[in-house]
Nanobody, 123 residues
Framework: VQLQASGGGLVQAGGSLRLSCGTS????????MGWFRQAPGKAREFVAA????????YYEDSVKGRFTISRDNAKNTVNLQMDSLKPEDTAVYYC?????????????????WGQGTLVTVSS
């Protein structure tokens, strides 16, 4: 599965962005999916995950209440709505397929990393 994240950009603190993750050809409906981010000079970190149906999600603590992961299986996309953005949210955001156990936040439990999308939050 070749994933492509889009929707990044420059936004002021307190603003919102909506990221989207998709792929051509292969359906994502069979897979749990996750979003990660990597800030300059830092390790890639988990942000959020969603199960195949969209009914179950979990988040990294710093984004709870601000970010919402969702999916549209008819459109074969997984989305990340980011509200109340902070400068520390600045990073390249990636989507990936969950191949490990539900509830994991380890990068090694996700696969098919695609090209990320840059989110820059100005103060």
């Amino acid at each position: 599965v070749q994933l492509q994240a889009s929707g990044g950009g420059l936004v002021q603190a307190g603003g919102s962005l909506r990221l989207s993750c998709g792929t051509s050809g292969r359906t994502l409906i069979l897979y749990g999916m996750g979003w990660f981010r990597q800030a300059p000079g830092k390790a890639r970190e988990f942000v959020a995950a969603i199960n195949w149906s969209g009914r179950n999600t979990y988040y990294e603590d710093s984004v709870k209440g601000r970010f919402t992961i969702s999916r549209d299986n008819a459109k074969n996309t997984v989305n990340l709505q980011m509200d109340s953005l902070k400068p520390e949210d600045t990073a390249v955001y990636y989507c990936a397929v969950l191949v490990g156990d539900w509830g994991t936040d380890r990068t090694s439990d996700f696969a098919s990393w695609g090209q990320g999308t840059l989110v820059t939050v100005s103060s």
